[in-house]
Nanobody, 123 residues
Framework: QVQLVESGGGLVQAGGSLRLSCAASGRTFSSYNMGWLRQAPGKEREFVAAMTLSGLTTYYADSVKGRFTISRDNAKNTVYLQMNSLKPEDTAVYYC????????????????WGQGTQVTISS
């Protein structure tokens, strides 16, 4: 079992930045591939970014490439999502998720999910 708790969401103006954190507890964090997903009001949940357990491979949705960066610190059991040049269309609840087996570009299938953190971008 892995427990995931996101933090760092908030309200920022367009063009601003936020860094989301996801703290993991329970089973060995370094054994899990990690992802960030989001769900905007009235829309389906969508893939944002993912990183393999080694940290050597990352994947990004086209809509965030060049603006968002996923990273992890296995010593702190934490995964991050640095979000720059934010746009109103980035407004959503952001979830971090963990997967024990291999991930792929656009992976939406995870074993454990956090409760989410709200990100709101004003124009």
């Amino acid at each position: 079992q892995v427990q995931l708790v996101e933090s760092g969401g908030g309200l920022v103006q367009a063009g601003g930045s936020l860094r989301l954190s996801c703290a993991a507890s329970g089973r060995t964090f370094s054994s899990y591939n990690m992802g960030w997903l989001r769900q905007a009001p009235g829309k389906e949940r969508e893939f944002v970014a993912a990183m393999t357990l080694s940290g050597l491979t990352t994947y990004y949705a086209d809509s965030v490439k060049g603006r968002f960066t996923i990273s992890r610190d296995n010593a702190k059991n934490t995964v991050y999502l640095q979000m720059n040049s934010l746009k109103p269309e980035d407004t959503a609840v952001y979830y971090c998720a963990a997967r024990a087996y291999a991930i792929w570009d656009g992976c939406m299938d995870y074993d454990y999910w956090g409760q989410g953190t709200q990100v709101t971008i004003s124009s």
